[in-house]
C-alpha cells in the first residue's frame, strides 16, 4: 500500500494513510517506514499499533476508505470488520475478500502486490457517490451470504457425515467450524465433497477459485 502513495498523494493532497495492527515483526515496520521515507511519503503515515476495541473502532468509523492489501488471506475478519463501519473498502483478490465485495458498489478487488491497482481502484472508488441505503444493504446481503444459521447448518452436515464413517466423540468440525472460519481449503474440501448449498462459505470460495485444475496438475509426477 506504501507504494501506491505517491500517486495518491498527487490525486489527493490531504491523504492520509493510518495503519492500524498488531506488530509482529519489528523489522517489518521498520522497513515500511524507510520505504515511506524513500518515497517521500512517511508524513502521510499514522501506525496504529495495538488499539483496543473501542479506539480501533473510531478509527475505522472516521475513515474514507478502508484498505486490506494482502498477499494472503483465510477469511480475512479484518475485512469483514470494516465492512460493517467503512462505506468505501478495497482488498485484494485473496481469501474470501472477493466473496465479500461481490455486488457491492463499495467495494473494488485487485490483485495481490501490485500498488497501481491499488492507487487506481481506490482513487475511482472516492468518485463514486453511494445510495443512501448502501450500508443497510450491505449488511442485508452479507448476512445472507455468511449468516450464523447458515454456518451452523454446514457445520451440523459436516458432524452428521463424520461421525456417519467414525465418530470421534467431538464437536468440533473442519476449518475452525462452529466457532469462525480460518482454513478456508478445508472449507473447499467440505463443499467439493457434499456439493453446494451446504457449506456457504466453501461456496464462496470455489466460486473464486474458478476452473484452477485447467492448466494440469500442480505437481510433476516422476518415471
Known sequence: MIKALPDLVRRFPRLRYQLIGEIRDASYVRWLKRLAIQLGVADRLLFSVDLDHDAKV?????????????????????????????????????????????????????????????AEAI????????????????????SERFSHEAYLRAHEAYLAERDAIAPLGTDVSAGGMPDRVK????????????????????????????EWWAAGPCVTTEG
Open 58 to 118: 473510531e478509527a475505522l468509523r472516521r475513515a474514507n476508505v478502508y484498505v486490506q492489501p494482502s498477499h494472503e488471506e483465510g477469511f480475512c475478519l479484518s475485512y469483514a470488520e470494516a465492512a460493517a463501519l467503512v462505506p468505501r473498502l478495497v482488498g485484494t483478490r485473496t481469501g474470501a475478500i472477493a466473496a465479500m465485495s461481490r455486488d457491492d458498489r463499495g467495494a473494488r478487488v485487485v490483485p495481490a502486490r501490485d500498488p497501481r491497482a491499488l
Open 123 to 142: 482513487g475511482a472508488l472516492v468518485a463514486v457517490d453511494l445510495p443512501a441505503d448502501h450500508m443497510a444493504d450491505r449488511a442485508r446481503r452479507l
Open 183 to 210: 482454513c478456508l481449503h478445508v472449507a473447499v474440501a467440505h463443499a467439493l465433497a457434499a456439493g453446494p448449498g451446504v457449506n456457504p462459505f466453501g461456496d464462496e470460495a470455489l466460486d473464486e477459485l474458478g
